[in-house]
C-alpha cells in the first residue's frame, strides 16, 4: 500500500511552538492557579480577581489550559482536571510542581541561550552571570528544601519502580547516594520492612532528610550520612543508589564515583543507577536526550548516556555484570553486580 496522505508541516510546527504550551502551564503553577482551584471552582471573573490578572487573554489563556486537559470547565466554571488536582495543587502531598517551579523560575529563561551554550559549550545559568546558584541554595534552609522537595517529584515514580522490581529479598542494607530529601530510601523502607540504610548528602542537606525521614515514622531504620563523595569514601551497604547524579558530572569525575561505589560495596553487593538513560542507538529517548542538553545549560561538563555507555564504565572499574531494566516513562535502571 502506498501512502496518499501529502506530509504536513504540522508536526514539525507543533515542536517548534511547543514552548506556548509549555509557558501556559508554567505560569499557571507560578500565580498557583491549581492551588486556588483545589479549594473550589471558580468564574474566570473570580480567577482574575484572586490571581491580580487583567481580562484581555486571561479567559483565552484558561480556555488554553482546558483544550491542554489542565482545567475542567463546566457552564462559566473552572476546575482542575484529574491530573492537575493531583499533580499540580501546593497543598497535595504528590505536587510535582516543584520541578515547574524551578523550570519556569530558572530553565525557561537559559534554555533562550541554547544556540549560544551550543557554540560555546558554555553553562548558561546563573554561572554565566559569575554567579555560583547551588552555593546559594545551600546557604539557603528553605530554598533548599523546596529543592529537595522538587527533586521527590522528579523521583517518585522511579522510586516506586526501584521498590517493586529490584530483589531486595536478596539485600539488607541500602544507602542511596545523593539522596537529597530521601525520597527513594523512603518508598524502599515503607515496601520492604527488612531494609535499612539510609541516605548520603552534603551536611546540608542532614536536617531536612531528617524531617523528611521522620514524617514517615522511619527514623529508626533510616540515617543521614554527610559527606562530599569527591573528597570522603562512600558509606558501605549492601545495595548503592545513584539517581541523577551522574549526568551532573563529566566523564572522569563519572568514572571516580562508580570507582567509589564499586569500593564501598560488599562482593556480590549492587549499585542501581537511574536516571533518563538514553537508548543504546540514541534514537528514541527524546526526554534523555534533551535531560543532556540540559546538562550542557546547566553544568561545566555533565552529560547523559545510554544503558551501553554505563555498562561499560561500570566493567572499566570492576563490576562483574550489569543490566539495564526500564522503570516508568523515560527512566530506566543500570544495576551492576560486584
Ligand atoms: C539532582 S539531585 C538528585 C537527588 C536524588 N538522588 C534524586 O534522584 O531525586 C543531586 C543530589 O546530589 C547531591 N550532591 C551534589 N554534590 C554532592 C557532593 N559533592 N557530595 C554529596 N552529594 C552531593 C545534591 O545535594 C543533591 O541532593
Same mark, same amino acid.
Given at each position: ?14 515542536? =517548534?511552538?511547543?514552548f506556548w504550551g509549555s509557558k501556559a502551564l508554567l505560569?499557571? $503553577?507560578? &500565580?498557583?492557579? !491549581? ?49 492537575? /488536582? ?8 504528590? #505536587?510535582?510542581?516543584?520541578? &515547574? /517551579? ?5 530553565? #525557561? ?11 560555546? =559549550? ?10 555560583? !546558584? ?19 517529584? &522528579? ?24 539522596? @537529597? ?7 524502599? @523502607? ?15 542537606? =542532614? ?10 515514622? &522511619? ?5 543521614? #550520612? ?9 558509606? @558501605? ?28 560495596l560488599p562482593d556480590g553487593g549492587a549499585l542501581i ?19 543532556? $542538553?540540559?546538562?550542557?545549560? /546547566? ?17 572499566? $572499574? ?5 543490566? $539495564? ?14
Amino acid at each position: 500500500m502506498t501512502n496518499t496522505q501529502a506530509p504536513t508541516p504540522e508536526a514539525i510546527l507543533q515542536i =517548534g511552538l511547543g514552548f506556548w504550551g509549555s509557558k501556559a502551564l508554567l505560569s499557571a $503553577v507560578e &500565580l498557583g492557579v !491549581f492551588t486556588v482551584l483545589a479549594e473550589r471552582p471558580l468564574t474566570s471573573k473570580q480567577l482574575m480577581s484572586r490571581l491580580g490578572l487583567q481580562a484581555r487573554g486571561t479567559v483565552d489563556w484558561l480556555d488554553a489550559l482546558v483544550s491542554l486537559g489542565l482545567l475542567a470547565r463546566s457552564g462559566d466554571e473552572y476546575a482542575n482536571s484529574t491530573n492537575a /488536582e493531583l499533580f499540580l495543587d501546593r497543598n497535595n502531598p504528590s #505536587y510535582v510542581g516543584g520541578i &515547574l /517551579e524551578m523550570a519556569n523560575a530558572r530553565l #525557561y529563561p537559559f534554555w533562550g541561550s541554547l544556540t549560544d551554550a551550543l557554540r560555546t =559549550g558554555q553553562p548558561q545559568n546563573e554561572a554565566k552571570m559569575g554567579e555560583d !546558584f547551588f552555593a546559594a541554595l545551600y546557604q539557603d534552609r528553605d530554598r533548599l528544601r523546596q529543592f529537595m522537595h522538587a527533586m521527590t517529584g &522528579l523521583s517518585m515514580g522511579a522510586a516506586n519502580a526501584i521498590a517493586e522490581q529490584f530483589p531486595w529479598g536478596r539485600y539488607h542494607t541500602v544507602v542511596d547516594i545523593g539522596a @537529597a530529601e530521601g525520597c527513594v530510601p523512603v518508598q524502599l @523502607a515503607l515496601r520492604h520492612p527488612h531494609l535499612s540504610g539510609g541516605g548520603f548528602d552534603l551536611p546540608a542537606v =542532614g536536617s531536612i532528610f531528617d524531617e523528611y525521614v521522620a514524617s514517615f515514622g &522511619l527514623g529508626d531504620r533510616l540515617r543521614f #550520612y554527610p559527606g562530599d563523595f569527591f573528597a570522603d569514601p562512600l558509606p @558501605a551497604a549492601d545495595v548503592l543508589v545513584m539517581g541523577h547524579i551522574l549526568h551532573d558530572w563529566n566523564l572522569d569525575e563519572k568514572h571516580i564515583l562508580l570507582r567509589k561505589a564499586y569500593e564501598a560495596l560488599p562482593d556480590g553487593g549492587a549499585l542501581i543507577v537511574f536516571e533518563s538513560i538514553i537508548d543504546d542507538d540514541r534514537r528514541t529517548n527524546s526526554f534523555g536526550l534533551l535531560m543532556s $542538553v540540559n546538562m550542557l545549560i /546547566e553544568t561545566p561538563g555533565g552529560f547523559d548516556y545510554s544503558g551501553a555507555d554505563c555498562r561499560a564504565w561500570m566493567a572499566e $572499574v570492576g563490576f562483574s555484570h550489569s543490566h $539495564v531494566e526500564p522503570l516508568v516513562g523515560p527512566d530506566s535502571m543500570v544495576v551492576g553486580i560486584k
